[in-house]
């Protein structure tokens, strides 16, 4: 393993800023990883090497010129393939998006462009980021580079492995039940899903609006935070964007948790029907004895309505998709399937199109939103959704955090859990309420469980509580208990040769 | 499995979503939809009576943007990602009766 993949988003950013390395090495370095074990690991859709080395040149064009590219100056990226990217095909694993090139960029995609980052890839997904384990993709199942029989979770597993496994230093991913902070930790990354709003919408394919939320991955809880500073902030061409600038993260990171409190949620901590396993269990304990070795007050709490959030979640999301991927009707985008008349022609393209859990999705959502069984389902739902957010509220009146597993097991083999949905589906268990409630929270990876694979810690924070929960993400990370085990050694005062700040 | 979504109303949401099943795949989905809403029907227990629903997740307001044209999108851009396309149209099969 060269350097290059050990080391940092930030820590390459200011080598190439000062001219001290080239973007260009530091590109064919990531490249020659990719070429390694990509074939193994089927973390992209595409990549786009060629494009990639054209804009690494002109970094370093830049940097020889006297001009500075930008706090992620020649930072190698992967996006998730459900972001558009002008002029480069961007499928979100389906087939009904077979050809198309979105004609504008994604905001985020300006933006990480703006700040000097180099594209080098757009990364598999469960179709439409319907799933948790990157098995439904229409173009092949990623594997989580620890163990390849195993899934890397999902539905961003492919830039939770592209991180993993040293493709590259961050990645984007989309969360709108977990789909960012179930993969990071079963792929021992870190993975954040920001305050709904925090970041812009802008030419992210629509899943669930009212829940889809774009967030970072990379190796240490810094450079997330480095990539969310990035990203973040008001972008007028989304309404529901948050006012103001992204919140200052870097300056608050080294604040440690002294004083703050923090309640441990009961009811996705425990042992029940829908519970967290052993190894899960016993990590999560840990972190409680670092956060309080380090000056926090942690006490169990309960949250009481989070055990409705998976009901409530597997009515609003498909039902929200439903509305969404009515767009798909082969007329003015992707795949057509020709027929005698349109709505034959509508009907075929849309069959052919669609993989199974996008179809079951869509019929669950259509069912939910039909006459006679919208109040029972959709709008009891939503009014489940401002339960969690009272309950959560009162419980932010004591905690300034609250903490949870990220998921209930490390990753499970591959196949294992495709046959039966409902099974797949309680993967997303711990990480639903904060969608439902459009709070931000994050996966920190704490340890391994028994099978030697990893195992995340989940901290939990009000809307726009992400300074305080990256205070406390970097406390669990500095006192991770295996280091960080996707890059295959400790990162903090590592023998192995890592460098970090 | 229960009888809480029988294979007619899967059928009919089928057909209101514009997809088509094979038999075998009413029977799989018929089932496995019926496990998702078993399980949301923990719900039924809740009395949400005085609960409103809730519209977006933080408090907003409307956002207005003063009535002036801004950017838009290249028409033969959008256009070039079309199946079908005539005199700057999206060209579709006769929606009323059948293409000869």
């Known amino acids: ?501 | 499995m229960t009888d809480r979504i029988s294979k007619e109303d899967v059928a009919h949401v089928a057909d209101l979503a514009r997809l088509t099943l094979t038999d075998e795949e009413l029977d799989a989905f018929t089932g496995q939809l019926a496990d998702v809403l078993d399980h949301a029907a923990d719900l039924e227990a809740l009395d949400l009576a005085d609960v409103e629903p809730m519209t977006h997740p933080l408090p907003m307001r409307n956002v207005l943007r003063p009535d002036v044209v801004g950017e838009t999108s290249d028409r033969a851009e959008v256009l070039a990602c079309a199946p079908s396309v005539e005199d700057e149209q999206f060209r579709v099969p006769p929606v009323l009766g059948e293409s000869p």
């Open chain 1, 1 to 501: 393993m060269s350097t290059s993949e050990r080391t940092t988003a930030r820590v390459l950013a200011s080598e190439i800023r000062s001219g001290a390395r080239s973007a260009r090495t530091v590109l064919e370095e990531h490249l020659a990883a990719i070429d390694a074990r990509e074939h193994e690991i089927n973390a992209f859709n595409l990549v786009l090497a060629d494009e990639a080395r054209i804009v690494a040149d002109a970094i370093d064009a830049r940097v020889a010129a006297g001009e500075d590219p930008g706090p992620l100056a020649g930072v190698p990226v992967a996006l998730k393939d459900n972001m558009c990217t002008r002029g480069v095909p961007t499928t979100c694993s389906s087939r009904i998006l077979e050809g198309w090139r979105p004609p504008y960029d994604a905001t985020v995609v300006e933006r990480l462009v703006a700040a000097g980052a180099v594209v080098v890839g757009k990364t598999n997904l469960d179709e439409f980021a319907m799933g948790s384990s990157t098995e439904n993709s229409a173009f092949g199942v990623t594997r989580n580079p620890l163990d390849p029989t195993k899934v890397p979770g999902g539905s961003s597993g492919g830039s939770a492995a592209a991180v993993a496994a040293g493709f590259t230093p961050l990645a984007l991913g989309s969360d709108t039940g977990g789909s960012i902070r179930q993969p990071a930790a079963l792929c021992g990354v870190v993975g954040v899903k920001p305050t709904y709003g925090a970041v812009s919408r802008y030419g992210l394919v629509a899943f669930a609006s009212s829940l889809d939320q774009i967030g970072p991955f990379s190796r240490t809880v810094a450079d997330s935070a480095l990539m969310l500073e990035v990203i973040g902030g008001h972008d007028r061409r989304d309404s529901t964007s948050v006012p103001g600038p992204a919140a200052d993260l870097s300056s608050v990171l080294d604040h440690g948790v002294e004083g703050l409190r923090i309640g441990i949620i009961e009811e996705l901590s425990g042992d029940g029907l829908e519970g967290v396993a052993d190894d899960v269990r016993a990590r999560l304990h840990e972190a409680v004895v670092a956060l309080e070795a380090a000056g926090a007050t942690v006490a169990s709490t309960s949250v009481p309505s989070t055990v409705y959030g998976l009901s409530a979640y597997y009515v609003v999301a498909p039902a929200e998709a439903s509305s969404n991927l009515a767009r798909y009707d082969g007329v003015r985008f992707g795949l057509r399937v020709d027929a005698p008349n349109a709505g034959d022609m509508n009907s075929a393209t849309r069959t052919a199109g669609f993989g199974d859990e996008v179809k079951r999705r869509i019929m669950l959502g259509t069912y939910a939103l039909s006459a006679g069984y919208y109040d029972a389902y959709y709008g009891k739902s939503q009014k489940v959704r401002t339960l969690i957010l009272e309950d959560f509220a009162r419980a932010y009146g004591e905690f300034d955090l609250l903490l949870s597993p990220t998921a209930p097991t490390t990753a499970f083999p591959i196949g294992e859990k495709t046959a039966d949905p409902m099974t797949m589906y309680l993967n997303d268990v711990c990480t639903i309420p904060s969608n439902l409630a459009g709070h931000p929270a994050m996966s920190v990876p704490f340890g391994v469980g028994e099978d030697g694979m990893p195992v995340g810690v989940q901290v939990l924070a009000p809307a726009s509580g992400e300074p305080t929960m990256f205070r406390a993400a970097k406390v669990l990370e500095a006192a991770a208990p295996d280091g960080h085990p996707a890059v295959g050694g400790k990162m903090a005062g590592s023998p192995a040769g890592v460098r970090h700040e």
